[in-house]
């Protein structure tokens, strides 16, 4: 690795996930800050797949530049079907999904309302089961 790629800044986050066989993966998320007093940027590097440079990602502030260093992280992690190394979790509890507003706001909104219905639907079905299976159990006692 070049001396460029060494992490010696702040950790914000790092985990290791494991796939298929023996592949381990380290995902290094740092602290979001201002470079040249202009853009934010976080830095995030994958070792153990790819390249293992440090990418620096930049957003509006360091919120939007840590929101995109995870999204990109989960993208490029994602295919790979990993499970974190302590506890198994999935990689998508750990990453979890934004909904971009990369394509603009109308058509963030749009996905977004499709996403609460599917919710309030899955809840509805939950609630539903659990009546089912109270009622069940009421009838055998």
Request: net charge positive.
């Amino acid at each position: 690795m070049a001396a460029a790629d060494q992490w010696d800044g702040p950790t914000l986050y790092e985990g290791k996930f494991r796939g298929d066989g023996k592949l381990i993966v380290t995902l290094r998320v740092g602290v979001p800050h201002r470079r040249d007093g202009r853009a934010c940027v976080c830095p995030m590097q994958i070792l153990g797949h790819g390249d293992g440079s440090i990418r620096q990602i930049s957003g509006h502030d360091e919120l939007q530049a840590l929101t995109l260093a995870l999204e990109h992280a989960r993208r490029l992690l994602s295919p790979l079907n990993l499970l974190e190394a302590k506890g198994g979790s999935p990689l998508e509890m750990v990453l979890p999904e934004f909904i971009t507003i990369g394509y603009g706001l109308e058509f963030r909104n749009y996905l977004s309302a499709i996403v609460q219905l599917e919710v309030a639907k899955k809840e509805l079905a939950i609630a539903d089961e659990w009546r089912r299976k109270q009622k069940e159990r009421r009838r055998r006692t």
